[in-house]
């Protein structure tokens, strides 16, 4: 098993002799823009500072064209504009090759993508999806401590030749995340975990408490920490979260942009 971290949620998997990107979010530094650019200006964040900050606020460590050169599937998480282009017509992955086949959440998820033109929209169960000899099982997530952000997911990969990954997805830690993972066992976990927090929803993600309950959960798993360095409204970079979990006792993995880990 390899994972490339890409940039924020973007992950590249090689699993099973198979390759999934995961929540495929390729605009380039900034071009999404801020939340103040959003009609409406719904959105706040904590400090209100950070709400005139351009997105993605790193650039891509490669070309998009050699982050999608030989993907096998696109897995998107949930539809939001840092898992996933957004164009302002509502459709989605723009830059994706609608050939390619694309597993989403559920069938409102599915419906946006067969909009955009994708041909082959695989829509996950709590029962496995085979590809290939890869099984894909979505997990639940929850998507804000106050109020859930949008309905999100997680993934598990399975396969007989490869460790079981973990891919949580947007969510905070929650009872159903301690049950996944004491049903799967996960070898490799991955956890978005800049803490990013928007008014009125609270905390979206995880943060260093929320790592430390995993790994405390999980101990012979590795994690692996995604979702740094990229958005307006994160709490926590990778720098202060390194002393963070060294504090906690965690023992983790944050790759940085571009940089891919090997799991054998």
């Excluded at 829509?123 to 997530?141: K, N």
């Excluded at 997805?169 to 978005?192: A, S």
């Amino acid at each position: 098993m390899e994972i490339k971290q890409i940039r924020n949620a973007t992950i590249r998997v090689l699993y099973a002799g198979k390759t999934f990107l995961i929540d495929p979010w390729l605009a380039e530094k900034g071009q999404m823009g801020c939340f103040l650019d959003i009609p409406g200006n719904p959105f706040h964040v904590p400090d209100a500072a950070k709400e005139g900050i351009p997105m993605p606020m790193c650039a891509l460590p490669e070309p998009a064209g050699e982050i999608l050169k030989g993907v096998d599937y696109y897995v998107v998480t949930h539809i939001h504009p840092d898992h996933v282009d957004m164009a302002p017509d509502g459709t989605v992955g723009r830059m994706l090759d609608k050939t390619v086949p694309v597993l989403v959440q559920n069938e409102i998820d599915g419906k946006v993508f067969r909009e955009s033109g994708f041909e082959q929209v695989l829509v996950l169960g709590e029962t496995a999806y085979a590809c290939g000899d890869v099984s894909i099982t979505r997990t639940p997530a929850l998507h804000g401590v106050i109020e859930p952000c949008g309905e999100a997911c997680g993934v598990i990969f399975q396969a007989k030749q490869e460790k079981t990954l973990y891919v949580a997805g947007d969510t905070v830690w929650t009872t159903e995340i301690k049950k996944t993972l004491r049903t799967f066992t996960p070898d490799v976990v991955v956890l978005n975990a800049c803490a990013a927090e928007l008014v009125g929803f609270g905390r979206l993600i995880m943060n260093d408490e929320d790592v430390e309950a995993v790994a405390r959960t999980a101990p012979d798993a590795q994690i692996v920490i995604s979702h740094m360095d990229t958005v307006a409204h994160a709490s926590i970079t990778r720098y202060p979260m390194r002393g963070l979990l060294a504090k906690r006792g965690v023992d983790y993995l944050m790759p940085e942009d571009g940089e891919t880990l090997i799991f054998n």
